[in-house]
């Protein structure tokens, strides 16, 4: 591997950056709006699985004790 001056690596830096295609702000909230609605959705999802199996298992208990 080549090493570069940090002035050219800078250069090189600047160049990669402005390639990349940054979001909207419209996009950005969009995607934060469906990440909260679908970590709520696992949540309440996974509430409800472990609420039935905590419920499994006292029955359970309840019939040994």
Same mark, same amino acid.
């Given at each position: 591997m080549a090493k570069v001056?940090? #002035?050219e690596f800078i250069r090189q !830096?600047?160049?990669e950056t402005a390639k990349v295609v940054w979001p909207t702000g419209k996009e950005t909230v969009m995607t934060a709006v469906m !990440? %909260? /609605?679908m970590t709520t959705i696992l949540a309440l999802f996974f509430f409800g699985i472990d609420s039935a199996?905590? $419920?499994i !298992?006292? $029955?359970l208990l #309840? %019939? /040994?004790g």
């Open positions: 001056n940090p #002035g !830096v600047r160049a !990440v %909260l /609605i199996f905590s $419920a !298992v006292r $029955a #309840g %019939l /040994i």
